[in-house]
């Protein structure tokens, strides 16, 4: 049964067992969701936006992030900033949620305007004493890794982002992230809180039954299996499957292609991630209904098309990038039952629609996959408030990752004080 509404969200977190799900409340309660977004989203490093989102100098892309809004922005040395969205002067948004190109930021309501360097160039009758040095637009740490735009609001920003940096980018440096567009997006709001969303990405325990279009391209070994429980020809089939990896890994390595496991999740390090190059399906070329490229112009100078699925997720953000193009999505939490699920194909940036690719084949997996997802969401967040809802054991085969996101919940909020 769930616990008392009158525990802590520390006793919460303290009554878990080890290997098992988390109490529902820890998924409902408006103190708790404060609390996470605080902690995860505003301490820590999270994805906000990719490259593609801000191609020029003055593109600017408002993002919302609970009560805190930013703006990212390429300046006029082409280099991706950003900002507290908040003016100097009396505290107006600058400008909405969403995408727009200035020359200058400037205020709407008393038009205190500021360069893309964040430095305020402009604030009328206020006098000789005033010193507009002081008054610049606040900055917020920003870094790139391939086409994602990661942020963190806090003073002191975990260092450890610095091990993804060096992870990821010789891994994206042959895909070019940089010189791409996004041919299409969706923002796809989930009823359920955040945490069940990334604990739903981490495992495909739930893959073979409710993604029929992802499967075609997953290789079911991949997947997480019970070795123990395997039949002899399903066990046959494994090991021959692992030595068709082998020579494919094989091959990659020949062509300089970064492919091992790559692990940062120590349940005490601030970023999360892991990253992996997964062998696609049937013609291991691209995650579509067919597994061939979407896309016939391909990412940076690539020739080779099966070139697998280089995967990543991270804080708040999962990746797959392949030959042809890429698809990276992030969330942002909105209350304690809803999670915004923002999701961008990228394609090469001179890569023409109905020339090059057809849209509907680029994007019918994870669109599909995104839908089914929000259903598997909602019904667990469903099932989670219910009174005779009891958390249940992970599957240690399929499942690993998602004790793992339990564990590093538990010590990241014990590390700012919970």
């Not at 082409?78 to 900002?83: G, I, K, L």
Request: aromatic content about 10%; proline content about 5%.
């Amino acid at each position: 049964m769930s616990t008392s509404p009158n525990k802590s969200h520390s006793e919460l977190l303290d009554a878990r067992r080890p290997g098992f799900g988390m109490d529902g409340e820890l998924y409902s309660r408006q103190d708790v969701f404060e609390t996470d977004v605080d902690v995860f989203f505003h301490k820590h490093w999270i994805t906000v936006a990719v490259t593609a989102d801000v191609p020029e100098p003055g593109d600017v892309y408002a993002v919302d992030i609970g009560k805190t809004s930013i703006l990212v922005l390429r300046d006029d040395d082409e280099q991706v900033r950003a900002y507290r969205n908040v003016c100097r002067h009396r505290g107006a948004r600058l400008k909405p949620a969403g995408k727009s190109t200035v020359g200058m930021l400037v205020c709407p309501y008393h038009q205190w305007t500021y360069d893309l360097d964040g430095s305020l160039k402009h604030a009328k009758n206020m006098g000789k004493g005033f010193d507009p040095k002081c008054r610049s637009l606040i900055p917020v740490n920003c870094v790139v890794v391939g086409a994602h735009v990661l942020v963190c609001l806090a003073d002191n920003p975990p260092e450890d982002i610095a091990d993804l940096q060096a992870a990821m980018a010789p891994r994206f440096e042959p895909f070019d992230l940089s010189k791409t567009r996004i041919a299409y997006e969706l923002d796809y709001v989930e009823n359920g809180n955040w945490k069940l969303v990334m604990e739903n990405n981490r495992e495909c325990y739930h893959c073979e039954g409710t993604h029929p279009e992802l499967i075609v391209s997953y290789q079911s070994e991949d997947l997480g299996v019970s070795l123990e429980e395997m039949s002899e020809a399903d066990r046959a089939s494994y090991d021959a499957y692992q030595i068709r990896k082998a020579g494919i890994e094989a091959s990659w390595a020949s062509d300089g292609l970064l492919y091992e496991t790559v692990e940062h999740l120590d349940d005490n390090a601030p970023t999360q991630f892991r990253t992996q190059r997964m062998i696609i399906a049937g013609a291991g070329e691209s995650q579509t209904l067919d597994t061939k490229v979407a896309c016939t112009k391909l990412l940076g100078n690539l020739t080779r098309r099966d070139l697998g699925d280089t995967h990543m997720w991270g804080n708040n953000a999962w990746a797959h990038v392949m030959s042809d193009h890429a698809m990276i999505s992030w969330i942002f939490p909105l209350s304690p039952d809803r999670t915004l699920v923002r999701t961008k194909w990228l394609v090469h940036q001179d890569a023409v629609e109905g020339v090059d690719y057809d849209l509907k084949r680029l994007t019918e997996v994870w669109v599909a996959t995104t839908q089914q997802d929000a259903a598997l969401v909602a019904i667990t967040q469903s099932g989670t408030q219910d009174p005779a809802f009891a958390p249940g054991p992970y599957s240690e085969f399929t499942e690993p990752y998602v004790d793992q996101f339990a564990r590093w919940y538990r010590a990241r909020l014990a590390a700012h004080g919970v």
